[in-house]
Structures are given as structure tokens and as C-alpha cells.
């Protein structure tokens, strides 16, 4: 339904900040809400931040709350991650995703982009 192409990841020392984008395509994008996921080696995929349908209510996970910024311009048919006080713990793959309607429920997201690696190094 929605093809997701994200950029923006990279080497960063903990304490740093980097943003990372998500470009959507073949799609009506103001009506998805949308999300960022994360995955480390080993661990469960995460749930990061949502921003829902039309921008209408923002949702993070413990762990960002407070460093990152999840936003989106749909006029662009955009969405960023601003990553703010990195943390070791912060690597993972970090994955676009989109869900039809307004939900902020994480099995919802069915269509996703290709990930981008994002390292903090100590």
C-alpha cells in the first residue's frame, strides 16, 4: 500500500544526537499513522514513537521519552526521528512503519521500510 525509504543512520558517540527520515510514496500519507521501531542484536523489536493519523497524538516509548522527537510533514510525506543524548543502549536497526487510520497500537504497523543501523559508540 505505502512504500517507506528511511535515511539518516550512522556512527555517533554517546551523548550525541542524530535524526533520521522516512519518505513515504503510493499512499494517501496524512491518513497512516506512523511509527519508528527499533531492534537490537538479540532483543525483540521495540516500539519507539508514534505519530498518529493527521498528527493528531504523539506516543513514545519510556526509553525516548524526553530525548527524542518523533514529527511529520505531510506535505512532504515525511516522517523524523530526532535523536537527542544518545546512549549505548540506544544501538539497534531503526525501522519506518505505517499503519492505515489513527492507531498507536504497535500490531497494527504492517508496512515497513529496509531499517538503518544506528551506532553509538561509549
Known amino acids: 500500500q505505502v512504500q517507506l525509504v528511511e535515511s539518516g543512520g550512522g556512527l555517533v558517540q554517546a551523548g550525541g544526537s542524530l535524526r533520521l527520515s522516512c519518505v513515504a510514496s503510493?499512499?494517501?500519507?496524512?491518513?497512516?499513522?506512523m511509527a519508528w521501531f527499533r531492534q537490537a542484536p538479540g532483543k525483540e523489536r521495540e516500539l519507539v514513537a508514534v505519530?498518529?493519523?493527521?498528527?493528531?497524538?504523539?506516543y513514545y516509548a519510556d526509553s525516548a521519552k524526553g530525548r527524542f522527537t518523533i514529527s511529520r510533514d505531510d506535505a512532504k510525506n515525511t516522517v523524523s526521528l530526532e535523536m537527542n543524548s544518545l546512549k549505548p543502549e540506544d544501538t539497534a536497526v531503526y525501522y519506518c512503519?505505517?499503519?492505515?487510520?489513527?492507531?498507536?497500537?504497535?500490531?497494527?504497523?504492517?508496512?515497513w521500510g529496509q531499517g538503518t543501523q544506528v551506532t553509538v559508540s561509549s
Open positions: 512503519a505505517a499503519a492505515y487510520g489513527t492507531t498507536w497500537r504497535a500490531q497494527n504497523f504492517g508496512s
Open positions: 503510493g499512499g494517501t500519507f496524512s491518513r497512516y499513522s
Open positions: 505519530v498518529t493519523s493527521y498528527g493528531g497524538s504523539i
